[in-house]
């Protein structure tokens, strides 16, 4: 099972310097005055080998200033039930306000286990100051410089060390599908058509679905699970707090799932967001199939569909060998090919090429066009095996690995898809060192 943390704390404590610093990104905007994000920002750490997601709760933008006692609390209350570790920022330069009591106290009664971490010890003067927040009653505390990373691997041991590892490694034998996309593209409506009933309410108010649903399909010969999400959409369209379940839930989705059927709407094209969420498919190692709904909708002339797959290969490069569909979810044109499309990228996710055809074909290639020199240094790879992992991992021994340039990987990449078909599938190759 996936494992997601949530960061909460009032504005300014640096929920978003923090989140930066522990995914090795700037996906958050930082800056001195309060409430500066404004989207729900969510992104991968690996540390001591387990990768978790991490969510920064972060973004009190609205109004005067009493609304940020009413944010966070609903902020907090979401963040308790739908995340299974929290991370609670607090400021050793203000001391415990009233804020932070108000979170203390919710946080008090939700039964999970809570960190409380105290930014800004970025000094031995200030380590005894944050002592005051034992006070809360939480527990231990962690002190930390979310700007510098001080004491943030004290905190990472602690964290990965609470999850629960008697549930890694479960997997449920069906093959799971999740429907996912931004508000009003029809996820909902394309699950009732595949099933053939109204297991979902839909309706053409944008974010209606407020929960991950579940169906199991069996239908023409397929058995699978069908996850249907709530959409992603940014801060800025939302008004209500439901939209912080929609996040939680939909990235627990992607990870739960082995392909996600990425909706997007035909007339507004593939946007920033839809690439957002095909970036988190790809970085959990998921498969994907982009579906192109209201098809019917488009003006068409003789070459619209290949121009307009080209423009939407072009924007989701370098991971744009995935398979596109036009269909028209109120029509139910297509879909039958949409859920084969699926089958076959899970099939293309499981396959394992023997190492001796892996080599048979791709070694001439790379002798044909090897690796170029680096400082004089000469690369040779001398074979190529798959590696025993979920989905599909190619490690490539060679004398010099440092030395191998993403171009180069790429090339690899695009020459194992043209020989082997994993489209639809996010591959991870790796260079080892083979001496001799």
């Known amino acids: 099972m996936p494992n997601i943390v949530a960061i909460i704390g009032r504005p300014n404590v640096g929920k978003s310097t923090l989140f930066n610093r522990l995914t090795e990104s700037r996906k958050a905007i930082v800056d001195e005055a309060s409430g500066v994000t404004r989207d729900r920002h969510y992104g991968k750490v690996e540390w001591n080998g387990i990768v978790f997601t991490l969510i920064d709760t ?20 979401i963040a308790v039930e739908e995340a299974d570790r929290i991370i609670f920022l607090t400021d050793v330069t203000t001391g415990i306000t009233d804020l932070d009591s108000q979170v203390a106290g919710l946080l008090r009664k939700s039964g999970k286990k809570i960190f409380v971490v105290v930014n800004k010890v970025d000094n031995n003067q200030r380590a005894p100051e944050a002592s005051v927040f034992h006070k809360l009653g939480l527990g231990e505390i962690f002190c930390i410089s979310a700007a510098s990373g001080a004491g943030t691997g004290d905190l990472l041991d602690s964290l990965v060390g609470s999850f629960d590892k008697k549930q890694s490694g479960e997997e449920t034998a069906l093959p799971k599908f999740a429907i996912v996309g931004q508000p009003n593209v029809g996820k909902s409506s394309l699950l009732n058509a595949l099933i053939g009933r109204e297991r979902t309410i839909v309706t053409p108010v944008a974010g209606t679905t407020r929960d991950t649903i579940h169906t199991r399909y069996t239908a023409y010969g397929h058995d699978f699970m069908l996850i249907d999400t709530a959409g992603l959409r940014k801060k800025s369209n939302v008004h209500e707090d439901i939209e912080f379940y929609s996040v939680m839930r939909t990235v627990r989705a992607i990870e739960e799932s082995d392909v996600c059927l990425l909706l997007v709407d035909a007339a507004a094209g593939i946007t920033a967001q839809d690439q957002n969420i095909l970036h988190l498919a790809e970085v959990n190692k998921k498969g994907v199939v982009l579906l192109v709904n209201k098809w019917d909708l488009v003006k068409k002339s003789t070459n619209s569909a290949r121009d307009y797959e080209a423009a939407i290969r072009e924007k989701i490069a ?10 028209s979810v109120l029509e139910k044109q297509r879909l039958l090919q949409a859920l084969e499309a699926a089958v076959k990228v899970f099939e293309n996710r499981r396959r394992k090429i023997p190492g001796a055809s892996l080599n048979k074909v ?6 044909s066009y090897p690796p170029p020199a680096v400082k004089g240094k000469f690369v040779k790879i001398k074979y190529i095996s798959q590696l025993p992992a979920p989905t599909p991992v190619f490690a490539f021994f060679c004398n010099s690995p440092q030395y191998i340039n ?22 991870v190759m790796v260079f080892r060192n083979k001496r001799g």
């Open 406 to 427: 993403e171009n180069y990987r790429r090339f690899l990449e695009n020459k194992m898809r043209e020989n082997f078909g994993f489209s639809g599938v996010p591959l």
């Open 58 to 77: 972060g973004g009190y933008a609205t109004g005067s200033g009493d609304v940020f006692e009413k944010e966070i609390r609903k902020q907090v209350t």
């Open 362 to 367: 791709m070694l001439p290639i790379i002798e």
């Open 318 to 327: 370098p991971f744009n060998d995935i398979p596109v569909i036009f269909i």
